[in-house]
């Protein structure tokens, strides 16, 4: 036989099976032997048998061969893409599905209408679309002809101190960092001031390069679809900059790969110097840029500078924060939750019912505008707050004391339940007591409660109780005894004889004002801590929180109590709350946060502080005391001596 000789081969299309059950059929091998061959059960080898009889080779397939396990007809997905391309063209897949099944009631899963659409090309996935690609843009030829701008938030201090944004002006033609600023937050405010030295500087650039930040671009557009400046743009536009917005942030990558190296480099050199405060780096701040121009400015490809000069008018009318705002009858305005009254003037009384404008500079100077005139006025705060302590009352060191005790608490207390529409705005601070039954009926406070209570803020100073020292002079035949009878009473009795000092009584001690653990010194009337000397930042909310911890040092916390304490009734459900700022405490004062020494967790319940080695104040129980004054001043008078806590 050749080699090239074609081979025959044999193909056996007759499955094992055939043959087993073929074999079983002419006697050759018994039930057993074909059960064990093809592994069934002596039922299952039965029915393949009965089966191969009646069908032959046909009726060993699978009865699941051309099911379609619960698919769609094909008329029906037919339908389905009709309606999605006529329609929902450039809708994605789960929008098109919430439409099919509100609009055309069509009940179809999201995943099974992106596999039709992707089939079909009207979906393309992220993975099937093909890479933007951005095309390098020349830079601009001219010094301040474009100046990008951005905020970027960063742990520049590292574990040193708190995160907080640099806001970068970088110029585009020569990729020079013209300003750098720490800042706590990326505000409008912030980016005026930092303009307003940018201006001082360099003068006014042509334009202005940022993101969509809603501080440069308004997010939402108004019924006609055009959008209103927003408070930089239009003080940008007062001073003729002009305010670009990219759409990518490679558009503006210049000033984001000058952000990448200063989180590079900067937070090293701040690392070196042991710089830990947003002042001391600001400080710093102008070294650095000079150095870091040195290395990577280049010179631009026109000389010009096309900085254009500082407008004649004064940087502090141009940029502020103006709105619009109505005159009432009363000659009086709403601002910024207070109230502004015109003084009486033939100015004044065209303005009524008109809207004028209020312009907030920098430095917080108010200034209201009708028909571009300036109108007198006087500002009424509608929150009532302890005022300034340094003025003497009485000639008395201790009781001056107390009025800074009384001033801390002020500035502790929450400020949601005073300006706001919740339901116990204006009630006592007693009804905001969960434990309280009048408190827990007021929670949901039905309309008649309401007009029963006004809906009235809290009553006049004249009407709260006022905690004198009652105190006795050196003289015992002189007695002196200031009770809770008003205000106007003590200032209209006569003045004291400074010859003869009031003191207090052997057995009382006004509360001290420090409290002391570890390396940590706390001020509480001040609202201060160091350590070793060095100053440390606490948010209001930490330092409150701080304050409970002080009260009950030594003892465990628990969350609900926390939360209570700090937050108010509305927050008792939200412990992670207590998780963020705790871990933000033991960054601020434990020497190592993940091994606290002093803010222990007791876990399940809640938090203690340990280690206190001298409480000298407690403002907090203080304040429990002057809630417990409140609610009893209506019956007796209250001495200080039974609503300071026992020392």
Known sequence: MSSNSPVDIEIDEESYEIKAIKAYLTKEISISDLRTSLGLKRTQTYRLVDRYREHGPAGLDSKKLGNRNGAYPDSERAKVIEIVREFYADFGPTLAAEKLEQDHKILIGAETLRRWM???????????????????????DRVGELVQVDGSYHRWF??????????????????????????????????????????????????????????FRATNPTA????????????????????????????????ERA????????????????????????????????????KFARAPVDPEDAHQPKPNESLDSLLTYTVLRKVFQDLSLSFNKTKIILEDSSLSRRAIGK???????LWGRLEILFEEHPLPHRVFDKLRRVGDASAPVVE????????????AICDAEPHHFKRNNHVLAGFRNHFRDPTDPESRELQNAPPEIRRQHNGRPRAPLG?????????????????????????????????????????????????PSRAEFGEITVDLVAQTIQRRGEAIHLAPIEFRLLLVLIRGHGRVLSH???????????????????????????????????????????????????????????????????????REWSTRSISIREVLPPI
Not at 130 to 135: L, Q
Not at 167 to 196: G, P, Q
Not at 503 to 511: D, I, K, R, T, Y
């Open 259 to 294: 952000n990448r190296t200063l989180q590079d480099r900067l937070v090293k050199e701040l690392r070196l110097r042991n710089i830990s405060t947003m002042d001391a780096a600001n400080r710093y701040l102008e070294e650095y840029r000079i150095e870091h121009n040195q």
């Open 396 to 407: 008395h060191k201790r009781l001056g004391a107390a009025l800074n005790l009384a001033n």
């Open 463 to 511: 009407n709260h109780p006022i905690v004198i020292l009652e105190g006795r002079l050196e003289k015992p035949q002189e007695p002196t005894s200031l009770t809770t009878t008003g205000v106007a009473e003590a200032v209209a009795s006569d003045a004291p004889d400074t010859s003869q000092t009031p003191v207090l009584p052997p057995n009382f001690a006004l509360p």
């Open 158 to 215: 590292e574990k040193r101190g708190d995160e907080c944004c640099l806001l970068v002006f970088i110029d585009d033609a020569t990729s020079e960092l013209k300003l750098l600023r720490f800042v706590e937050h990326e505000t409008s405010y912030n980016y005026m001031a930092c303009l307003r030295s940018y201006i001082e500087s360099f003068g006014c650039p042509l334009a202005l390069f940022s993101d969509r930040h809603s501080i």
């Open 355 to 361: 809207q004028v404008t209020v312009a907030l500079d």
């Open 224 to 255: 006609n679809g055009e959008r209103e400046p927003t408070q930089f743009a239009r003080s940008c536009g007062r001073l003729g900059i002009k305010v670009i917005c990219a759409k990518t942030p490679q558009a503006k990558g210049r000033v």
């Open 560 to 630: 609900r109590e926390l939360l209570m304490e700090v937050w108010g009734p509305d927050y008792l459900e939200r412990s992670h709350y207590i998780y963020i700022y705790m871990g933000r405490l033991r960054r601020k004062l434990e020497d190592d946060p993940s091994v606290p020494c002093h803010l222990l967790t007791a876990s399940p319940v809640g938090y203690q502080l340990m280690g206190l080695t001298m409480l000298e104040s407690d403002i907090l129980g203080l304040s429990d005391g002057f809630r417990r004054a409140r």
């Open 118 to 140: 992707k089939e079909d090309g009207l979906w393309v996935d992220r993975a099937g679309r093909k890479p933007r690609v951005f095309s390098p843009r020349p830079p601009r």
